[in-house]
Protein backbone atom coordinates (compact mmCIF):
# COMPACT_ATOMS: atom_id res chain seq x y z
CA UNK A 1 0.00 0.00 0.00
CA UNK A 2 0.64 3.43 -0.21
CA UNK A 3 3.42 4.70 2.56
CA UNK A 4 3.89 8.37 3.86
CA UNK A 5 3.77 11.29 1.23
CA UNK A 6 4.88 14.88 1.57
CA UNK A 7 5.31 17.89 -0.98
CA UNK A 8 7.15 19.45 -2.38
CA UNK A 9 9.75 17.22 -1.99
CA UNK A 10 12.21 20.47 -2.18
CA UNK A 11 11.07 24.11 -1.42
CA UNK A 12 13.57 27.03 -1.86
CA UNK A 13 12.38 30.36 -0.42
CA UNK A 14 13.91 33.56 0.55
CA UNK A 15 14.12 35.09 4.01
CA UNK A 16 10.90 36.64 5.63
CA UNK A 17 8.48 34.39 3.39
CA UNK A 18 5.93 32.09 4.78
CA UNK A 19 6.32 28.68 3.67
CA UNK A 20 3.52 25.33 3.65
CA UNK A 21 4.64 21.92 3.64
CA UNK A 22 1.90 19.11 3.59
CA UNK A 23 2.18 15.44 4.68
CA UNK A 24 -0.65 13.15 4.15
CA UNK A 25 -0.01 10.08 5.89
CA UNK A 26 -0.71 5.91 5.54
CA UNK A 27 -4.17 5.48 5.54
CA UNK A 28 -5.87 4.94 8.60
CA UNK A 29 -3.39 5.74 10.54
CA UNK A 30 -4.43 8.12 13.43
CA UNK A 31 -1.26 9.67 14.89
CA UNK A 32 0.77 11.97 12.91
CA UNK A 33 4.07 13.46 13.86
CA UNK A 34 6.31 16.25 12.32
CA UNK A 35 10.46 15.92 13.16
CA UNK A 36 13.42 18.23 11.40
CA UNK A 37 16.29 16.99 10.55
CA UNK A 38 19.57 19.26 10.62
CA UNK A 39 23.35 18.77 10.18
CA UNK A 40 23.69 21.34 13.53
CA UNK A 41 20.86 19.34 15.30
CA UNK A 42 20.03 15.82 14.04
CA UNK A 43 16.70 14.45 14.16
CA UNK A 44 14.45 16.54 16.54
CA UNK A 45 10.46 16.27 16.83
CA UNK A 46 8.18 18.81 16.68
CA UNK A 47 4.66 18.11 16.81
CA UNK A 48 2.33 14.62 17.44
CA UNK A 49 -1.19 14.91 16.06
CA UNK A 50 -3.37 12.14 17.41
CA UNK A 51 -6.18 12.61 15.15
CA UNK A 52 -6.90 16.18 14.85
CA UNK A 53 -5.62 17.44 18.10
CA UNK A 54 -2.15 18.05 19.00
CA UNK A 55 -1.18 16.99 22.77
CA UNK A 56 2.43 17.26 22.13
CA UNK A 57 3.55 20.72 20.48
CA UNK A 58 6.83 20.87 22.97
CA UNK A 59 9.07 20.34 20.10
CA UNK A 60 8.18 23.82 18.04
CA UNK A 61 11.39 25.74 18.14
CA UNK A 62 9.56 29.42 17.80
CA UNK A 63 6.19 30.64 17.29
CA UNK A 64 6.95 31.15 14.16
CA UNK A 65 5.95 27.31 13.70
CA UNK A 66 2.63 26.14 13.62
CA UNK A 67 0.98 23.09 12.35
CA UNK A 68 -2.51 21.55 11.74
CA UNK A 69 -4.26 18.44 10.67
CA UNK A 70 -7.62 18.18 9.11
CA UNK A 71 -10.01 15.22 8.69
CA UNK A 72 -7.63 12.79 11.07
CA UNK A 73 -5.82 12.76 7.90
CA UNK A 74 -3.67 15.67 5.65
CA UNK A 75 -1.06 17.44 7.95
CA UNK A 76 0.32 20.88 7.29
CA UNK A 77 3.42 22.55 8.97
CA UNK A 78 3.35 26.41 8.46
CA UNK A 79 6.43 28.49 8.87
CA UNK A 80 6.16 31.81 8.67
CA UNK A 81 9.04 34.69 8.02
CA UNK A 82 11.61 32.01 7.45
CA UNK A 83 15.15 32.61 8.49
CA UNK A 84 18.35 30.79 7.70
CA UNK A 85 18.38 28.48 10.42
CA UNK A 86 14.68 26.91 9.86
CA UNK A 87 16.60 25.16 6.96
CA UNK A 88 16.57 21.82 6.94
CA UNK A 89 14.78 18.49 6.25
CA UNK A 90 11.11 18.11 7.42
CA UNK A 91 10.03 14.68 8.23
CA UNK A 92 6.72 13.46 8.79
CA UNK A 93 5.74 10.49 10.12
CA UNK A 94 2.65 7.79 10.74
CA UNK A 95 1.42 5.62 12.92
CA UNK A 96 -1.27 3.11 13.71
CA UNK A 97 -1.23 4.10 17.33
CA UNK A 98 -2.88 1.06 18.69
CA UNK A 99 -0.15 1.21 21.40
CA UNK A 100 2.04 4.13 21.97
CA UNK A 101 4.83 3.08 23.59
CA UNK A 102 5.47 0.35 21.08
CA UNK A 103 3.98 2.09 17.69
CA UNK A 104 6.30 1.54 14.60
CA UNK A 105 6.49 5.05 13.03
CA UNK A 106 6.70 5.24 9.38
CA UNK A 107 8.38 8.47 7.45
CA UNK A 108 8.04 10.04 4.53
CA UNK A 109 10.84 11.14 2.37
CA UNK A 110 10.79 14.67 3.66
CA UNK A 111 10.67 17.82 2.48
CA UNK A 112 14.12 19.98 1.77
CA UNK A 113 13.55 23.51 2.66
CA UNK A 114 16.05 25.84 1.92
CA UNK A 115 16.23 29.40 3.37
CA UNK A 116 17.97 32.19 1.26
CA UNK B 1 15.03 13.28 29.59
CA UNK B 2 15.34 10.83 27.28
CA UNK B 3 18.70 10.60 24.72
CA UNK B 4 20.35 8.07 22.69
CA UNK B 5 24.42 7.95 22.51
CA UNK B 6 25.60 6.41 19.04
CA UNK B 7 29.37 5.69 17.85
CA UNK B 8 30.03 8.26 15.91
CA UNK B 9 31.18 7.77 12.09
CA UNK B 10 32.06 7.18 9.88
CA UNK B 11 32.86 3.50 9.57
CA UNK B 12 34.40 2.06 6.84
CA UNK B 13 34.19 -1.98 6.10
CA UNK B 14 35.24 -3.76 3.96
CA UNK B 15 32.96 -6.64 2.04
CA UNK B 16 32.21 -9.23 4.11
CA UNK B 17 33.32 -7.78 7.18
CA UNK B 18 31.26 -7.60 10.54
CA UNK B 19 29.38 -4.72 12.09
CA UNK B 20 28.70 -3.37 15.36
CA UNK B 21 27.37 -0.12 15.43
CA UNK B 22 26.47 0.89 19.57
CA UNK B 23 23.90 2.32 20.71
CA UNK B 24 23.28 3.41 24.52
CA UNK B 25 20.24 4.89 25.82
CA UNK B 26 18.80 6.92 29.02
CA UNK B 27 15.45 6.79 29.73
CA UNK B 28 12.66 6.14 32.60
CA UNK B 29 10.59 3.35 32.24
CA UNK B 30 9.95 0.96 29.73
CA UNK B 31 11.02 2.17 26.44
CA UNK B 32 10.73 0.51 23.00
CA UNK B 33 14.32 1.00 21.12
CA UNK B 34 14.15 0.72 17.18
CA UNK B 35 17.22 0.99 14.49
CA UNK B 36 16.03 3.60 11.63
CA UNK B 37 18.55 3.31 8.08
CA UNK B 38 18.92 6.29 6.02
CA UNK B 39 19.96 4.90 2.21
CA UNK B 40 21.71 7.63 0.27
CA UNK B 41 18.91 10.30 -0.99
CA UNK B 42 16.00 8.71 0.44
CA UNK B 43 14.05 8.72 4.19
CA UNK B 44 14.30 7.04 7.25
CA UNK B 45 13.15 3.36 7.02
CA UNK B 46 12.61 0.91 9.68
CA UNK B 47 15.43 -1.78 10.52
CA UNK B 48 14.60 -3.43 13.56
CA UNK B 49 12.82 -2.97 16.66
CA UNK B 50 12.49 -4.18 20.11
CA UNK B 51 9.55 -3.38 22.79
CA UNK B 52 10.60 -5.12 26.01
CA UNK B 53 13.93 -6.49 27.55
CA UNK B 54 15.81 -9.36 25.76
CA UNK B 55 14.02 -9.02 23.06
CA UNK B 56 15.93 -9.05 19.82
CA UNK B 57 14.62 -7.44 16.84
CA UNK B 58 16.19 -8.56 13.23
CA UNK B 59 15.82 -8.32 9.73
CA UNK B 60 17.82 -8.05 6.10
CA UNK B 61 20.47 -9.60 8.72
CA UNK B 62 21.24 -7.00 11.16
CA UNK B 63 20.36 -8.18 14.57
CA UNK B 64 19.92 -6.25 18.10
CA UNK B 65 19.41 -7.05 21.73
CA UNK B 66 17.37 -5.04 24.24
CA UNK B 67 19.81 -5.16 27.16
CA UNK B 68 18.13 -3.32 30.04
CA UNK B 69 20.97 -4.24 32.52
CA UNK B 70 23.57 -2.32 30.65
CA UNK B 71 20.66 -0.39 28.67
CA UNK B 72 22.46 -0.66 25.34
CA UNK B 73 20.82 -2.02 21.73
CA UNK B 74 23.22 -2.45 19.64
CA UNK B 75 23.17 -2.81 15.58
CA UNK B 76 25.16 -6.45 14.47
CA UNK B 77 25.93 -7.87 11.08
CA UNK B 78 27.72 -10.74 10.19
CA UNK B 79 28.74 -10.02 7.04
CA UNK B 80 28.16 -6.76 5.24
CA UNK B 81 27.77 -5.70 1.91
CA UNK B 82 28.18 -2.41 -0.64
CA UNK B 83 24.54 -1.49 -0.37
CA UNK B 84 24.25 -1.81 3.28
CA UNK B 85 25.64 1.52 3.15
CA UNK B 86 23.72 4.22 4.71
CA UNK B 87 23.48 6.06 7.63
CA UNK B 88 21.97 3.98 10.53
CA UNK B 89 19.95 6.13 13.57
CA UNK B 90 19.28 3.98 16.87
CA UNK B 91 16.00 5.81 18.66
CA UNK B 92 13.82 5.23 21.58
CA UNK B 93 10.12 5.45 22.05
CA UNK B 94 8.97 6.50 25.27
CA UNK B 95 5.31 7.18 26.79
CA UNK B 96 5.54 10.08 25.01
CA UNK B 97 4.87 9.40 21.56
CA UNK B 98 7.83 10.90 20.31
CA UNK B 99 11.33 9.68 18.99
CA UNK B 100 14.18 10.50 20.73
CA UNK B 101 17.10 9.66 17.78
CA UNK B 102 20.77 9.25 18.58
CA UNK B 103 23.32 11.11 16.15
CA UNK B 104 23.42 8.79 13.92
CA UNK B 105 26.51 6.64 11.88
CA UNK B 106 27.40 6.77 8.37
CA UNK B 107 28.48 2.96 7.14
CA UNK B 108 30.77 2.81 3.93
CA UNK B 109 31.21 -0.27 3.13
CA UNK B 110 33.62 -0.75 0.58
CA UNK B 111 34.39 -3.44 -2.35
Known amino acids: GAGVSQSPSNKVTEKGKDVELRCDPI?????LYWYRQSLGQGLEFLIYFQGNSAPDKSGLPSDRFSAERTGGSVSTLTIQRTQQEDSAVYLC??????????????FGPGTRLTVL | GDSVTQMEGPVTLSEEAFLTINCTYT??????LFWYVQYPGEGLQLLLKATKADDKGSNKGFEATYRKETTSFHLEKGSVQVSDSAVYFC??????????FGGGTRLMVKP
Open chain 2, 27 to 32: ATGYPS
Open chain 2, 91 to 100: ALLNAGNMLT
Open chain 1, 93 to 106: ASSSSGKPSTDTQY
Open chain 1, 27 to 31: SGHTA
